[in-house]
């Protein structure tokens, strides 16, 4: 009976103290606890000084100009210079066309140019021409007034003598005859002049205020020359710009047709990141902002430095060839992204070369809000220029042809002096002829 009584005593001592196993599990959560603080405190003071200054998407990708060789003119392809991958300069044959019939066509136009030329002066001769013919129906109308004056004082005398018979009725006739002839002679004369008149009016209308170059029908024969022209140089298809050849598509002898796509030029020192943001990202982002991106190409050991350039217009969805209806009912909200380009420098470019489509990772610093959300003034200069120098060449094949066909200085061609002189009077500037 004295044994359960000195147990008693054991059991409450023991039910007393705290387990060893409460005590370090509650430390334990509250070294957890304090970790998760100090980790959610760090989190938001990196957000807060640093991550708020970013915006960083992977939704990137190179792009670049595409552009593409299309004939002007129709066709045989007669030789291909270039080839898929093969780096081209600005101004090399690409593509050769059939130049026959461009050729015949130039020959034909330039004939026409000088024989409308020919015309012209034969114009400008006539009005001197004519201008005689007036001077000499002039001088056949004074003739025939004094031989009427004649004829008529001589029939006076006749008809004063017929009543002494010294005069026969046949003289009396012959009198009457000579003064009808002589009437009929001054009106054949003054027809003459009316009819001379009207010729160098009709033909001083078609001369009158130009010159043999300005003349229209030399003008007309001169723009079929430039356009036979334009045709003999557009038979040879050169590369725009520097770049490299993609989407060759044409073959040898193959006949084609003007707008035929055959080839595509990408210069790639002109290539751009088009950044696709979503619109949650963009209330920061400005134009001027600095860019660091990263290429799945060569990874993160080469890294490129950019520059926001502009903002698109709009989401890809509202430029996208099928466009979202959302007010059809069955509707499910989607975050939308709007591309951000961005311009890459040139010495990177050139060290590690870039190719069209490729991914990019983009991250721009938006730290500074000062620039603008969107362009307000138009570009300064053109973008892209090429094809410049075919016109002047057909002017100056143009300037020779008029030149072989005017004449020498002093040879008919130039415009008269009443012409110059009318011509001064109407527009203050003396006609000449080249």
């Not at 200054?53 to 270039?82: C, L």
């Not at 020959?107 to 002066?121: D, G, I, P, S, T």
């Amino acid at each position: 009976m004295n044994a359960p009584e000195s147990s008693s005593p054991t059991v409450s001592t023991a039910s007393a103290q705290p387990p060893a196993g409460n005590s370090k599990r509650k430390n334990a959560l509250t070294l957890l606890a304090g970790v998760v603080v100090l980790a959610g405190l760090g989190w938001a003071s990196y957000e807060y000084l640093v991550a708020s200054h970013y915006e960083s998407t992977d939704n990137a990708y190179v792009q670049g100009n595409v552009i593409q060789i299309t004939p002007q003119i129709g066709g045989t392809v007669m030789a291909i210079m270039a080839d898929d991958t093969d780096f081209v300069k600005a101004g090399q044959a690409l593509v050769q066309l059939d130049p026959a019939d461009a050729k015949v066509a130039l020959e034909q136009a330039e004939a026409a140019l000088a024989q409308a030329v020919r015309q012209v002066r034969t114009l400008y001769a006539n009005n001197g021409s004519l201008s005689a013919q007036i001077a000499l129906r002039d001088a056949d109308v004074a003739k025939a007034q004094s031989e009427i004056a004649r004829a008529s004082d001589d029939l006076d005398r006749r008809q004063s003598l017929t009543g002494n018979g010294a005069v026969s009725k046949e003289e009396l006739g012959h009198a009457q005859t000579q003064l009808a002839n002589a009437k009929s002679a001054l009106a054949a004369a003054q027809a003459g002049v009316v009819a001379a008149r009207e010729q160098l009016s009709s033909n001083e209308s078609l001369t009158d205020g130009t010159s043999v170059e300005q003349h229209p029908s030399v003008m007309m024969a001169a723009a079929k020359v430039r356009e036979a022209f334009l045709a003999t140089q557009r038979a040879s298809l050169t590369a725009p710009v520097d770049g490299y050849v993609a989407k060759r598509t044409v073959q040898l002898g193959q006949r084609v047709a003007a707008g035929t796509p055959m080839m595509a030029i990408v210069p790639l020192k002109q290539v751009w990141v088009d950044a696709n943001f979503k619109e949650v990202q963009l209330r920061n982002i400005r134009i001027g902002q600095p860019v660091a991106l990263v290429a799945d190409l060569y990874g993160k050991k080469v890294s490129y430095t950019g520059t926001v350039a502009g903002l698109g217009v709009g989401t890809g969805a509202a430029f996208s060839l099928l466009p979202a209806q959302n007010a059809t009912g069955n509707w499910i909200k989607v975050v939308q992204r709007v591309p951000v380009r961005i311009v890459l420098d040139a010495s990177q470019l050139e060290a590690n070369p870039l190719r069209v489509g490729l991914s990019m990772d983009a991250e721009i610093d938006v730290s500074k809000k000062d620039g603008k959300a969107l362009a307000d003034a138009p570009r300064a200069a053109a973008l892209m220029q090429a094809y410049g120098a075919a016109g002047d060449a057909a002017e100056q094949d143009v300037r020779r042809v008029i030149a072989a066909n005017i004449g020498k200085p002093g040879k008919p061609g130039k415009t008269s002096k009443a012409h110059k002189a009318g011509h001064v009077e109407k527009t203050g500037v003396a006609a000449t002829a080249s």
